[in-house]
């Protein structure tokens, strides 16, 4: 990714997704599916080349296979994956959006200080450009905190921004990056990255989402179902997330639409009681093939 001369460093937070919520009936809850989608924009498809490659300093960090048997090494481990569709271009309904991030295990070590880095880039039209588009004055880049529960096993990790202000009718890249190195600004290899596209309706609010405590599984349902009709990813996520605890078919459904059920069993960050370690790795994308839908 190129690196834009004007910098902004925001704040971005981890969100609680409403786990352990006792107020909701645990009935069946129907099937969530996205549409699927096809690259565009200039993203191309995910594949596992897309996760991040691992240099000695990250590598000092993430807990390998091989710290349990001792013969496997961590190219057989499920990389830092962003729950995003195939053509990885994300829609939200939000100016503010939600990054729904997959992160290994972290076996910290003396002096490690793990984050993750999120860049937002404007993109303009330009037709001189490669891909038509070229960068434009509006950049953001955050670093993120890695939340503690991820040195007990994989976890799934909500990020939201109150920096990032996406305008509609507009294209932004996105790049997320991990560093477990202890100098916040030393260079980070390129994680992943898409496009956040804001045209046709996207980003022009501040989305308030249901309170999930009055609602029942059927009725979260038919939201998330409602925003994935619209085409909007990260509002079918973030309602589709809070069906895991009553009836996991709708999470699984979703994240099957766009060839991610590989992690529909990891738990997220903030969700209690999570019996999940190094052992139960989803093994997503680790062969280098694009999923198949």
Same mark, same amino acid.
């Given at each position: 990714?190129?690196?834009?001369?004007?910098?902004?460093?925001?704040?971005?937070?981890?969100?609680?997704?409403?786990?352990?919520?006792?107020?909701?009936?645990?009935?069946?809850?129907?099937?969530?599916?996205? !549409?699927?989608?096809?690259?565009?924009?200039?993203?191309?498809?995910?594949?596992?080349?897309?996760?991040?490659?691992?240099?000695?300093?990250?590598?000092?960090?993430?807990?390998?296979?091989?710290?349990?048997?001792?013969?496997?090494?961590?190219?057989?481990?499920?990389?830092?994956?962003?729950?995003? !569709?195939?053509?990885?271009?994300?829609?939200?309904?939000?100016?503010?959006?939600?990054?729904?991030?997959?992160?290994?295990?972290?076996?910290?070590?003396?002096?490690?200080?793990?984050?993750?880095?999120?860049?937002?880039?404007?993109?303009?039209?330009?037709?001189?450009?490669?891909?038509?588009?070229?960068?434009?004055?509006?950049?953001?880049?955050?670093?993120?905190?890695?939340?503690?529960?991820?040195?007990d096993g994989p976890r799934i990790v909500a990020?939201?921004?109150?920096?990032?202000?996406?305008?509609?009718?507009?294209?932004?890249?996105?790049?997320?990056?991990?560093?477990?190195?202890?100098?916040?600004?030393?260079?980070?290899?390129?994680?992943?990255?898409?496009?956040?596209?804001?045209? $046709?309706?996207?980003?022009?609010?501040?989305?308030?989402? @249901?309170?999930?405590?009055?609602?029942?599984?059927?009725?979260?349902?038919?939201?998330?179902?409602?925003?994935?009709?619209? $085409?909007?990813? #990260?509002?079918?996520?973030?309602?589709?997330?809070?069906?895991?605890?009553?009836?996991?078919?709708?999470?699984?459904?979703?994240?099957?639409?766009?060839?991610?059920?590989?992690?529909?069993?990891?738990?997220?960050?903030?969700?209690?009681?999570?019996?999940?370690?190094?052992?139960?790795? !989803? #093994?997503?994308?680790?062969?280098?093939?694009? @999923?198949?839908?």
């Amino acid at each position: 990714m190129l690196l834009h001369p004007q910098l902004k460093t925001g704040l971005l937070t981890i969100m609680t997704l409403g786990f352990g919520l006792g107020a909701i009936a645990p009935l069946p809850a129907q099937a969530v599916s996205f !549409p699927s989608s096809t690259p565009s924009g200039g993203a191309p498809p995910r594949t596992a080349s897309g996760a991040p490659r691992r240099n000695d300093a990250e590598a000092s960090c993430i807990r390998s296979i091989a710290d349990l048997d001792g013969d496997q090494s961590q190219e057989g481990l499920t990389r830092m994956t962003v729950l995003a !569709p195939t053509s990885r271009v994300i829609t939200s309904l939000n100016q503010q959006p939600t990054f729904f991030v997959y992160m290994p295990q972290i076996n910290l070590q003396r002096g490690d200080r793990p984050f993750v880095t999120i860049d937002i880039d404007e993109l303009v039209p330009d037709e001189s450009a490669a891909g038509g588009y070229r960068y434009g004055d509006a950049y953001t880049e955050d670093l993120v905190s890695i939340p503690a529960t991820v040195t007990d096993g994989p976890r799934i990790v909500a990020y939201a921004s109150e920096e990032i202000n996406l305008e509609p009718g507009k294209l932004y890249q996105w790049s997320i990056s991990f560093s477990c190195r202890s100098d916040t600004f030393a260079p980070i290899e390129s994680a992943i990255d898409g496009l956040i596209d804001c045209r $046709g309706g996207g980003c022009n609010r501040q989305v308030e989402l @249901p309170d999930s405590q009055q609602l029942n599984p059927e009725e979260l349902s038919q939201i998330a179902q409602d925003y994935a009709n619209q $085409g909007f990813w #990260q509002e079918t996520v973030q309602v589709t997330s809070q069906l895991r605890q009553f009836d996991r078919q709708g999470w699984q459904e979703l994240l099957e639409s766009q060839g991610l059920d590989c992690f529909a069993e990891v738990p997220f960050a903030e969700e209690p009681d999570a019996n999940f370690t190094i052992e139960d790795d !989803p #093994q997503c994308f680790i062969d280098g093939e694009t @999923p198949q839908l």
